[in-house]
Structures are given as C-alpha cells and as structure tokens.
C-alpha cells in the first residue's frame, strides 16, 4: 500500500525491500541443494513437497532418499554377515566332541553348505530389489496423501501412528526429523557462569550469579543500551 503512493517517502521503502529480497536470494537460494533439508522437508507431513520451488527439486529428493535407504540397508546385511563370520570363527569343538568330529562332517550333506554359499551371496541382492520397489511404492503413496495441520499436526506423532503402512520410510524420518544433539549451549553457560565466580567474588551467591548470567544474555537484545 505504501508502494502504490508516489513520492519521495517511498523511495527509501522501495530500497528497503530490494535490500530484504536480496537478502534473502543470498541465504536460502542453495537450500534446495541441501540434502538434509530437502529430505527433512519431504519427510515432514505438514510440507512434503509443497514447499519445493521446482519439480527437479523433489525427483533429486527421491533419489537421495532411495540411495540413503539402500544405503542403509546394504550396511546392515554387512554387519549381520561380519556377525556370523565372526560367530563362525569364534565356535571351537570341546575336547569331548573331537572324536566323533570326523564321524560329524561325514553325516553332514554337502548340499546344505552349498546352500548357505549361494543364500548369502544372493540373499541381500534379491532382497535390495524387493526394498527398492517397496520404498518407491511408499513414498509414492505417502505423497498422495494430504498434508496434515501445519501448526496443530505433529509429524512425530503422525509417523509413530503410520509407522505400520511405512516401514522403510520411518526409518528415515526418525533419522532426518531428529533434534541434533549438541552440549555447546550448556558448555557456554558453564564458561560464563566460571568467568563470574572468581576469587573477589567468593560470597557471591547463586541467585545474584544467576541474574548476572541473565543479564549477560539478554543486554546484548538492548544493545547494552541501559
């Protein structure tokens, strides 16, 4: 509205407004070029891919999210096979069954090891097939669903409700959805409150060092203006 009137007043709203787009071109121009962000966003049911500014934006966040979920996956059958390997290797006869162990590999049919070679070197490959389809057949069902109450919904509680119907896209949602852990907040208290215990101030009490960390953090709102 303020725009529309011409006149010398307006001028400095209009550069204002070039200076705030501009900005803001500059911080989140790349963000769909972000992974996390991209798969965060898809994942979470309040957005999907509405909030996607291009269709290529949302064909990139379905090959990461396949790639992420084999990847997964593939790690998984590595790890299970490195734990049989290793209970394979770790099983040794007792002194008691030595004897008849000759008598044991000779009653034992040579076909049910070949079966376990070809069960382990086929298994996750066939299975890494039927998951690819099974990922895409969700993820295109959980994109024809509607989006839930962006300030109601909680996304959380809607993948803890539909975890049964999208097994394999749960498993990334509770790993892009997460809060990042980080200790830096309370570290940072830790070093404030310690610069302000020293030995002049021995009798300083917690509640005065606790108004004077309040005051630390929040005079800078007033730009120490005070």
């Known amino acids: 509205m303020l725009l529309e009137d011409k006149g010398p007043s307006t001028q400095g709203i209009g550069m204002l407004r070039e200076l705030m787009r501009e900005s803001l071109t500059k911080r989140f121009s790349k963000l769909e070029d972000s992974k996390v962000v991209v798969l965060a966003c898809l994942l979470d049911p309040r957005y999907k891919s509405h909030a996607f500014c291009c269709a290529s934006t949302l064909n990139k966040a379905k090959e990461w999210l396949k790639e992420d979920v084999e990847g ?8 299970e ?47 890494d097939l039927l998951v690819k389809d099974t990922i895409e057949d969700e993820l295109h069902q959980y994109l024809k669903e509607p989006v839930i109450e962006r300030r109601k919904g909680d996304p959380l509680q809607w993948w803890k409700q539909n975890e049964g119907r999208f097994k394999q896209l749960a498993k990334a949602a509770r790993k892009f959805l997460c809060s ?37 953090h929040n005079l800078v709102l007033l730009d120490w203006d005070y």
């Open 72 to 79: 997964g996956l593939q790690g998984q059958a590595e790890t």
């Open 180 to 216: 990042p852990p980080s200790s830096v907040p309370s570290e940072r208290v830790f070093s404030e409150v310690s610069a302000i215990y020293d030995k002049k101030r021995s009798k300083l009490t917690g509640e005065h060092a606790e108004q004077l960390c309040f005051l630390h």
């Open 81 to 127: 096979r490195g734990n049989q390997e290793q209970q394979a290797d770790g099983e040794e006869p007792a002194a008691e069954d030595q004897a008849p162990k000759r008598q044991r590999r000779e009653d034992t049919p040579c076909h049910s090891q070949i079966d376990k070679i070809f069960s382990s070197l086929f298994g996750p490959h066939t299975s």
